[in-house]
């Protein structure tokens, strides 16, 4: 199973990587041929949209995996272990609400936009908005992973608070806690 879900995350990161060298080449490519030569092309603007709202979508599962989203643990960290636990079991509870509300809508909104074309490519909307299932789902499932790790016990004190310290190595601080 670990196998699968490295392979996958491998498969994201790659089309992450895919994804922005295609777009920053085509609007690069557009703005040399409007600038220099008084001409573009038409469906590099479209294009480019949409393919940044599947790497927003596929860089925050990347994320998730990572703990890289954006948290504040001040209090978490002044909590017992009991208050941790309860913490992360709450969040990551609330997160996969969000996720099926993600899903739900992503959902209810799937015929309008498989019947709604784009501009310029004409391609259905779904294609491009359907991104919220692959999130969602994914997600959803690396968020039950937690909580079913939660469940077994596989977790440190370290491991229930679900922010990384920064990149530069430097030690974070909290006011009144000992490490």
Do not use: A, C, E, P
């Given at each position: 199973m670990k196998?699968?879900?490295?392979?996958f995350f491998r498969l994201a990161e790659l089309l992450l990587v895919l994804m922005l060298?295609?777009?920053?080449?085509?609007?690069?490519?557009?703005?040399?041929?409007?600038?220099g030569f008084n001409s573009g092309i038409i469906s590099s603007e479209e294009l480019s949209r949409f393919?940044?709202?599947?790497?927003?979508?596929?860089g925050a599962i990347v994320a998730m995996r990572e703990n890289a989203h954006l948290g504040l643990d001040t209090m978490i960290r002044l909590l017992p272990s009991v208050g941790k636990k309860f913490c992360f079991a709450l969040?990551?509870?609330?997160?996969l609400g969000c996720c099926a509300l993600m899903f739900?809508?992503?959902l209810k909104q799937h015929q309008i936009n498989a019947t709604t074309f784009s501009a310029v490519l004409e391609v259905p909307m779904s294609w491009v908005?359907?991104?919220g299932y692959v999130a969602s789902v994914a997600m959803g499932l690396i968020i039950a992973g937690n909580l079913f790790r939660l469940a077994r016990g596989d977790f440190t004190d370290d491991?229930?608070?679900q922010v990384q310290d920064s990149e530069d190595g430097g030690e974070q601080h909290v006011i009144g806690a000992a490490r």
């Open positions: 196998k699968i879900n490295d392979l060298s295609l777009m920053v080449i085509m609007v690069f490519g557009n703005v040399v041929l409007r600038y393919l940044f709202i599947w790497i927003t979508f596929l969040s990551n509870v609330l997160m739900y809508g992503t908005y359907g991104v491991d229930l608070i």
